[in-house]
Every structure is written in structure tokens, then in C-alpha cells.
């Protein structure tokens, strides 16, 4: 009996013991993805032997209390190493921590670059006292809930992207004692929630102005190259540090404040005979400017050029395609007042416009419009939808003045279709005018310029740049697009200069997608189907969140007639004649183009050894090799990529870029392999993880 009731105490003592161990390892086993993002940061870190606990490979940092590392469960969500002489850098895979909200290293001997991906939802972000170069990340402007961040004393230089717009409970920000130059970005004045903000001793230009209706209480801009005056809503902040710049000597203008210049020696009145001098000096020159301005509206395109030479100094502003398309549709509805309101989510029908004349936007003529109403063309819209189309007719002479007379200063590209032209109405709208190339329609029917317009007016797809409107007037054929102020995927990867920032893996990736959806769309989705014929790096556009936007779509009618193929090194083995273009044709074209981004290298670079200088030839054999594939990735991205992800892109890239096209796959089938990319190495691509193209609702 005594034996009994002693086994019985025993194995109940053990059960509880047992239970407590099984417990402990249940809740404290961490994350894969935590572990696997420690693990590279160790790594890059040169292994310290101070951080106890941590390791290269595997480990449990919750469950084994790592050097200033704390949990919540399973997750990793503070990160304190501040003042430990670490060395080295900070890894590639801190995307992946997505629980941390407190993330600091400072006062370490850290260096490079910051990392392009920080752990996404950081309240608190301090990589201060440290000797970190390059840019400030544009990952951080992916951070919305950050609070705190400080990157001061590092050697951080070169511009700020305008890419703040979304970091609006950002409290506190110091950039101080770096290098940074150029101008405060616009997006500064989205900083609702900012009431302390250091700059001092950096290289900023230009004005205070972005700052003026922030929260501020503690503000200190000294030692910078600033001008002009400091904003009278600034002047009366908590704590104001203005010394060490270059501020206007002269009478502040209207709503300024000349006292930040005037600081430590008083503010002295003006004498009455001073203002008298101020009121004739400002008659003159009132009188000047009216007679100025009578000439220069003699001759409105006489200050494009002037003006188009001023903007290449101003801030970089970019401008998403839907901010432009909604901006464009409220300028309609403002001058056709007397029309029936339009809806600015809607399709905008093209009988509204033959009711009403506009200045900005001419009714097109009856033949033309009939063909537009016909509904007999190409056409992506599903049964049952408004078949309406949503091109605005613009007017020749509109456009003539918007471009400068379509002036060289405006031309910001050229293609074998014709040349593209900037647009700049008074109120700040802009957009690309492409012309097409009068030769290119003889031959053909008045109205295949017409049937074109139609065709491509109803493809609406996130990433497809959408036709705003057209031109068909006295001989010439014009198409307006919304105007991507980032420019081409081209432009990153190939026209690099000191301002520019190389595209991180995830972006890369991202881009990719989002085109093989584009194209999918084109493809699968349309019908009668488009194939594209031009798929190529310069005709994938960034919004200002870097999303791809794929244009030059729907023209294959003119390509057909022309002797030319894509640029050099896109063009698909098949394809010695246009008419051999099929989808698997542009399947071919949109492997080169993510050879592109995987590379870093133009399709065809002359300038190389003769083996290396087509892209394809070179690249194709050593795909599957692992060696050979980390020696091919592009030197911009200085290692920081995930190998896995690597490797897989490089296989949906072979299977694209086969010579043979019936072993190409359909696009549907890339974008699968896409998303299946995504998923299996744990990306935050936010939207991207949709199933397709297929599956998403847009006007079609």
C-alpha cells in the first residue's frame, strides 16, 4: 500500500514536471523567420562574442534569453544593443522580424549602408552613433507606425527621397550631423504628429517653408546652407535653433520672417523714410512685372525652357498615377460645368464632351467619335459592364502650349512609334504626350487611329499605365498618358547617378510581379487578346511607390507595320520579322527583362567582353549554377538578398528565355511561380501575395 501511494505521488510529480518543461518549450520556441533574421544579423555583426546566447544558425532567442533580445510569446518584438562596440553590419533579413517595435543599435561601431529592409512595423528606430554611409532607406517610409527615429551622428548622405507621406504619427525625428544635401522633400509637411526635428550640421538648401505648419516645439536646423527667410509660424516654437546659414539680409516678403538672420543683435524698427523707400521701390517694380507680364502672354511658350531648366533643381516630388487621374478627372468636372456631374471613380463617357466646348479639352470630330461609340473593337470590359470609354479628346493647340511647342527641353524620351513630350498645365497637372509617327499609318484606314484609341482606352489593370486622352487634329495623332515623375525600371537599373537608389531585392521582385500581371492581363484576361511586341525596361514606369506600371500597349498594329523590333537583345529568337510575334514572344521579352533585374546589366552592353555582351547568352547557361548565379547578381544590391529567392527567380527566368517558345510558359503560369517565390520566402510585398491578376475587380 505504502508502494503504492508512493508511485502515485511519484508519477503525478513527474507529470507535473514533465507538463512544466513541455509548457516552457511550447511557449518559448521563437519564430523561424526571427531566428533565421538573428542568425544573418549575428552573422554580418562579425560574430561577437558579446552577445551571449546568440548564434549563426538555429537557436531559440526567446526561450534562451539572447543578449538584448525580449519576446512577447513566441515573437521577437524589442532589439537594445546600444553601446556594445559592435562592428560589421546589420544583415538583409530584418524584414522578416515583423513583431519588433523596438529597434536600436546605437553607439556602435556599425558601418555601410542601412540595411534597404528594417523591421516593418518599428515604433522606435535608433541607428544613431554609428558610422553608416549611403542614404537614408526607402524602406523607412513603409514604416507607419513609426514614432522615434534617429539616425544622427552617422555619415549618411546624398538626398532625401520624397517618400515621408505616409509617417504621419512620427513624433520625434533627428538626422543631425550627417551629410545630407538638396532641399527638404514636400512630403515633410505629411508629418502631422512631428514636434521634434534636428538637421543641424548637414548640407540642406533651399527654404523652411515644407516645415511651416508642422507641430513643432523643438526645432534646430543650424549649421546647414539654408536660405530665404524662417516662416513666421515657426518663430514662436518652444525651442528654435536657426544659426550657422545663409538666410535673406533683406525685407522678409509677406507672411515671412526676417528674424532668424537678425538673432543675438535685436530687432530694430524701420524709419518712416525707409518705408518710404520700400513703398516706391515696390510701385516699380509692380509696374515692371505688368509690363512683363503683357509681353510673355504675346508668347506663352517663351518661359517653358526657362522654367523646364529651373525644375531640374527643385525637390523631387513624385506623383502616383491615381493622385494624377483623380487630379485630372476634378479639372474636367471643373470646366464642364454646365454638363451632368461625372463620377471621378467612373469611366468618363465621350458623348459628355461633344456637349460642351472647353479650352483645355476639345469634343473630337463626328467620324471619329463614331468610331469610338461602335463598341465593335477589342475590348476587356466583362459582359454587362459600361462600355463607355474614358480618353478625353485634348486640343492640338492645348497641347502645343503645354509642351512648350512641344520644345526640346519637354522631350523625355523616343521610340520607334515616335517621341514622348512633359505636359504642364497652369495648375499643376502634367502629363506625356506620346506623337506617333505620321508614316506610320500610310497605308491605312483613317479610322485604325480611332479603332486604337478605343482599344486601349478600356485596359485597366493596377499596373498598366491607362490612356488619359487623345489627339486626332489637323494631320496629327497624339496618345496622353499619366506622367510617372519616377521614371522607368530602365532609368534605375541602367542611368544611375549620385542621387539614385538601388532597387532592393524585395522591390525587384515586386516589380517583376506586378508586370507578369500586367502582361498576364493582356494576354489572358482581354479579348480579343493583346500581344504587347515592345515589353521592355524603359516601358515599365515606377508610381512613387515603385509599383511597375507596364505602357506602350496596345500598338501592335503600328509595330506590325514597321521594319523595326524591339531594342536589341529583347528580341525573341523567332521574331526575324514582325509578324512573328506571338505571346510567347513577349513571354521571351519579359525573361530578359527580369535577367535585368536580376543582373543589374542592359540587354546588350557593347562596352563588355564580346562573350558577356548579350545579356542572354551570357546569363542563360549559368542560371542553374549556384556558384556562378552570385556572381551574376547585380553589385548594387552589395549582397543583401535572401540566396533561396535568388535561385528560384533565376529559374522562372530560364524557363521564360528559352529559345524554343512552345517550352516558354504562359504568363499565367509566371505569375503563379511569381507568387509562389513570394510566399515560400516569407516576403512582405504587401498586395502581391494575391492569387492574380485574374482574381482582382478592376473596369473590366
Known amino acids: 500500500m505504502f508502494w503504492c501511494r508512493t508511485m502515485h505521488h511519484s508519477l503525478v510529480g513527474f507529470l507535473i514536471v514533465s507538463l512544466g518543461i513541455l509548457t516552457t518549450l511550447v511557449h518559448s520556441k521563437t519564430d523561424s523567420d526571427d531566428v533565421s533574421a538573428l542568425n544573418v544579423m549575428f552573422t554580418s555583426l562579425n560574430s561577437p562574442s558579446k552577445l551571449s546566447g546568440w548564434k549563426s544558425r538555429g537557436g531559440d532567442p526567446c526561450g534562451d534569453s539572447w543578449e538584448g533580445i525580449q519576446c512577447s510569446g513566441s515573437s521577437v518584438t524589442q532589439i537594445k544593443l546600444s553601446g556594445l562596440g559592435l562592428t560589421g553590419s546589420l544583415g538583409y533579413q530584418l524584414s522578416n522580424l515583423k513583431s519588433v517595435t523596438y529597434f536600436d543599435v546605437s553607439k556602435n561601431n556599425l558601418n555601410n549602408d542601412i540595411p534597404y529592409q528594417l523591421p516593418p512595423n518599428t515604433v522606435n528606430l535608433d541607428l544613431s552613433n554609428n558610422g553608416f554611409t549611403g542614404n537614408v532607406p526607402y524602406s523607412i517610409s513603409q514604416m507607419t507606425k513609426l514614432q522615434y527615429l534617429n539616425l544622427n551622428h552617422n555619415k549618411i548622405n546624398g538626398q532625401l527621397s520624397d517618400m515621408f507621406q505616409k509617417l504621419t504619427k512620427l513624433k520625434t525625428m533627428d538626422l543631425s550631423h550627417n551629410s545630407i544635401s538638396g532641399n527638404l522633400p514636400q512630403s515633410f509637411s505629411a508629418l502631422k504628429s512631428l514636434s521634434t526635428f534636428h538637421l543641424q550640421d548637414n548640407k540642406f538648401t533651399g527654404t523652411l517653408d515644407v516645415l511651416a505648419a508642422l507641430p513643432l516645439k523643438d526645432l534646430n536646423v543650424e549649421d546647414n546652407e539654408f536660405t530665404g527667410w524662417v516662416p513666421d509660424s515657426l518663430e514662436g516654437i518652444d525651442n528654435l535653433e536657426t544659426g550657422g546659414n545663409s538666410w535673406s539680409s533683406g525685407h522678409a516678403p509677406r507672411g515671412k520672417s526676417s528674424s532668424a538672420h537678425e538673432k543675438g543683435g535685436g530687432k530694430k524698427g524701420m524709419s518712416g523714410l525707409a518705408i518710404a523707400l520700400i513703398v516706391v521701390a515696390s510701385l516699380v517694380v509692380l509696374v515692371l512685372l505688368l509690363l512683363l507680364f503683357s509681353r510673355k502672354r504675346s508668347s506663352p511658350s517663351s518661359n517653358f525652357l526657362d522654367e523646364e531648366k529651373g525644375s531640374r533643381h527643385r525637390a523631387f516630388t513624385p506623383l502616383s498615377s491615381q493622385e494624377l487621374s483623380n487630379h485630372t478627372i476634378a479639372s474636367i468636372k471643373k470646366e464642364f460645368k454646365e454638363t451632368e456631374s461625372l463620377n471621378s471613380s467612373g469611366p468618363i463617357d465621350i458623348k459628355t464632351f461633344q456637349k460642351a466646348a472647353s479650352m483645355g479639352y476639345k469634343p473630337p470630330p463626328s467620324n471619329f467619335s463614331q468610331s469610338i461609340n461602335d463598341n465593335q473593337f477589342a475590348s476587356c470590359l466583362n459582359p454587362g459592364r459600361n462600355t463607355s470609354v474614358r480618353a478625353v479628346a485634348f486640343s492640338l493647340t492645348d497641347l502645343q502650349t503645354a509642351t512648350g511647342n512641344f520644345a526640346p527641353g519637354r522631350l523625355i524620351g523616343e521610340g520607334s512609334l515616335g517621341r514622348v513630350y512633359r505636359a504642364k498645365y497652369p495648375d499643376g497637372k502634367v502629363l506625356a504626350v506620346k506623337t506617333i509617327d505620321l508614316s506610320l499609318l500610310q497605308g491605312a484606314k483613317p479610322e485604325d487611329f480611332s479603332e486604337i484609341v478605343t482599344s486601349i482606352s478600356k485596359v485597366h489593370h493596377p499596373n498598366i499605365a491607362e490612356l488619359a486622352g487623345y489627339c486626332a487634329e489637323q494631320g496629327h495623332s497624339m496618345l496622353i498618358y499619366e506622367y510617372f515623375r519616377n521614371g522607368s525600371l530602365h532609368g534605375f537599373l541602367h542611368v544611375a547617378d549620385d542621387y539614385s537608389k538601388p532597387l532592393t531585392w524585395n522591390t525587384r521582385v515586386r516589380i517583376a510581379l506586378g508586370t507578369a500581371r500586367a502582361v498576364e492581363y493582356l494576354h489572358e484576361v482581354c479579348s480579343p487578346s493583346f500581344i504587347h511586341k515592345n515589353i521592355k525596361s524603359s ?50 521579352s519579359f525573361g530578359v527583362v527580369m535577367l535585368e533585374l536580376l543582373t543589374g546589366r542592359k540587354p546588350f552592353d557593347s562596352s563588355r567582353p564580346k562573350s558577356e555582351q548579350c545579356l542572354v547568352r551570357w546569363a542563360t547557361p549559368q542560371l542553374h549554377d549556384i556558384d556562378s548565379l552570385e556572381k551574376m547578381v547585380d553589385p548594387a544590391l552589395r549582397g543583401l538578398y535572401p540566396p533561396k529567392s535568388v535561385s528560384r527567380f533565376a529559374d522562372i527566368i530560364a524557363l521564360c528565355a528559352q529559345a524554343e517558345p512552345e517550352f516558354r510558359p504562359p504568363m499565367s503560369e509566371v505569375v503563379q511561380a511569381l507568387v509562389r517565390l513570394v510566399q515560400r520566402s516569407s516576403m512582405n510585398l504587401r498586395d502581391d501575395i494575391t492569387i492574380s491578376s485574374q482574381m482582382e475587380d478592376s473596369d473590366y
Open 539 to 588: 516601358n515599365i514606369l515606377l508610381d512613387n511607390e515603385l509599383n511597375p506600371c507596364l505602357c506602350d500597349y496596345g500598338l501592335e498594329n503600328f509595330h506590325h507595320r514597321t521594319s523595326q523590333n524591339l531594342g536589341v537583345g529583347y528580341n525573341a529568337p523567332e521574331c526575324t520579322k514582325p509578324p512573328a510575334y506571338t505571346m510567347k514572344s513577349d513571354v521571351y
